[in-house]
């Protein structure tokens, strides 16, 4: 069954202090990885995707990785205004570019000052 | 250009009764999907919609059923409420060709 954990559920940080989240994946056949970015009562804000082993992305304080079996999302020095949940997300479709997302449970970061 | 445009933003319902939420997609995107987002949780997918036609579904009973128009728009329907369908509704919307989802801000659903 294909699956998507992340960890950790929640991550707290006091400003500047540098930490990565974790995304682990099970999938019959990865066709893309996608991170986004909640704020509470909103829906989710994209990130980046990341379609195979090794690629990397990068986005201000964000940067993204991936391997066989997991991706990483790195905060460099964060800020307060970083404090989100941060979902996770594989799209698995054996013939097409729009087939359903399964979603991680999300980790809910909050960046003290 | 107006991304994924939800209503209603809020809704709040009586146990049994049925509800419609409604999805107009980023302009330009062909394709909408609708996901169930409850506390806490991972948004989970509901079904996919194009050419009108309903494409992918996922673990949702049948009182779940959606619509797409002729304008890309679509509707998703649920009957009998049940107090644990209180949740964020998501719509999310792509090109079929291509690859990458635009989220809306959800309507949250309120099952009393």
């Known amino acids: 069954e294909d699956q998507v954990t992340q960890s950790p559920e929640a991550l707290r940080l006091q400003e500047g202090e540098s930490s990565s989240l974790n995304c682990s994946y099970t999938v019959s056949g990865l066709r893309g990885l996608f991170w986004y970015r909640q704020d509470p009562g909103k829906g989710p804000e994209f990130l980046f995707t990341?379609?195979?082993a090794g690629e990397e992305k990068e986005k201000e304080r964000l940067k993204a990785t991936l391997t066989k079996k997991e991706s990483f999302l790195h905060i460099t020095a964060p800020k307060p205004e970083d404090s989100a949940t941060y979902l996770c997300a594989v799209q698995v479709s054996p013939s097409s570019n729009t087939g359903k997302l399964i979603f991680g449970q999300g980790t809910t970061l909050q960046v003290k000052p | 250009d107006a991304g994924v445009t939800q209503s209603p933003t809020h809704l709040i319902k009586t146990r049994g009764q049925q509800v419609t939420l409604r999805c107009s997609p980023k302009s330009g995107h062909d394709t909408v999907s609708w996901y169930q987002q409850a506390l806490g949780q991972g948004p989970q997918f509901i079904f996919q919609y194009y050419e009108e036609e309903e494409r992918q579904r996922g673990n949702f009973p049948d009182r779940f059923s959606g619509h797409q128009f002729p304008n890309y728009s679509s509707e998703l329907n649920v009957n009998a409420l049940l107090l644990g369908d209180s949740a964020l509704y998501l719509c999310?919307?792509?090109?079929?060709?291509?690859?990458?989802?635009?989220f809306g801000s959800g309507t949250r659903l309120t099952v009393v």
């Open positions: 990341l379609y195979s």
């Open positions: 999310a919307s792509s090109l079929v060709t291509g690859v990458g989802y635009t």
